[in-house]
């Protein structure tokens, strides 16, 4: 092999090794932006139920005492998506229960007549997936032996 083959052959080998130090740092960029980076990070939470509106019925047929609470309107602050479960009570017994996604339900309970006015209970629990929120509690008296109505 003669010198100029030799020459030729080294001058390649350092072009290529050249190249390939060159090209990848010819290839970087740097993204710059007159703005600050912002990351704003919160927490959802079940709300409890607001401005809940709604009318009672109280009636005394027969030897029972009954009740019949429709929910017509409340104000909720989220999340969206959830779904309600309504309750009524007397005492700590449960006299009725249903679930909805809307923000109305009627409830109805009786009992037999224990000679006094009489305490019902209703709540309202927001649930969404596995996730509970506080409960609202709205109380009504009916009074022994009367036919009553309201709102709330």
């Known amino acids: ?63 029972n005492e009954a009740i019949s609470l429709s ?9 969206a998506g959830a779904t309600y479960t309504y309750t009524l009570l007397r005492g700590s017994v449960v006299k009725s229960t249903g679930t909805s996604t809307t923000h109305a339900k009627t409830l109805t309970g009786s009992q037999a007549d224990d000679g006094g006015s009489t305490t019902w209970s209703m709540t309202i629990r927001a649930g969404l997936a596995s996730w509970t929120g506080p409960v609202y509690t709205k109380t009504v008296t009916c009074n022994r032996l009367s036919n009553t109505t309201g709102t709330f």
Not at 19 to 47: G, I, Q, R
Not at 71 to 79: K, R, V
């Open 71 to 79: 929910i017509t309107s409340f104000t909720d602050a989220g999340p």
């Open 1 to 63: 092999m003669i010198t100029f083959d030799r020459c030729r052959r080294a001058a390649c080998v350092v072009l290529v090794v050249a190249f390939l130090v060159m090209v990848p740092s010819m290839a970087t960029a740097k993204f710059t932006s007159s703005k600050a980076p912002t990351l704003s990070v919160s927490t959802a939470t079940m709300e409890v139920a607001t401005v809940v509106h709604g009318s009672f019925t109280c009636s005394s047929p027969s030897s």
